[in-house]
């Protein structure tokens, strides 16, 4: 009996060693990865969220220069949740007209900033992937 409680919980370490039960931190995560294009240019500083549909675990990513980007789940947990997502992709624009004057304009298609009329979906599997791709379209 003690070699079988014994082996009980060396199985349940040694699945939480490998995040297949979650952690305190969080659920199991998965590197989720890819790249934001608009017409076939990399977009630079947009932001790339993932909501699934019971907006329990949505993901995040600003993209870099090259149109790059690595989902989050949160600030200290990097990945996404394995599963469909809805997606929308934004980027915001901040221009000056001298003096104190601040104009906010859409660097990106309007209809991309939102998730419900996106048109963009993607299932991360289990094993994650760094095969993500938006190309998006200006018409």
């Given amino acids: 009996m003690r070699h079988q409680i014994g082996l009980v919980v060396l199985c349940v370490l040694t699945a939480c060693s490998f995040g297949c039960l979650g952690s305190g931190d969080g659920p199991r995560t998965v590197n989720a990865s890819g790249i934001v294009t608009l017409d076939g240019v990399p977009v630079d500083r947009a932001q790339v969220v993932f909501i699934d549909d019971a907006n329990t675990y949505p993901a ?7 149109g790059k980007f690595s989902l989050m789940l949160s600030d200290t947990q990097k990945g996404a949740v394995p599963g469909p ?13 001298g003096g104190s004057e601040v104009t906010l304009k859409h660097g ?19 094993k994650g992937t760094s095969d993500i791709r938006f190309e998006l379209k200006s018409k």
């Avoid at 998730?115 to 993607?122: D, M, Q, R, V």
């Fill in 85 to 97: 997502y809805k997606v929308q992709v934004s980027k915001t624009i901040v221009e000056t007209a």
């Fill in 108 to 126: 990106l298609p309007k209809k991309y900033g939102n998730f419900l009329e996106s048109g963009l979906t993607f299932t991360i599997p289990d």
């Fill in 60 to 66: 995040y990513s600003p993209t870099d220069a090259a």
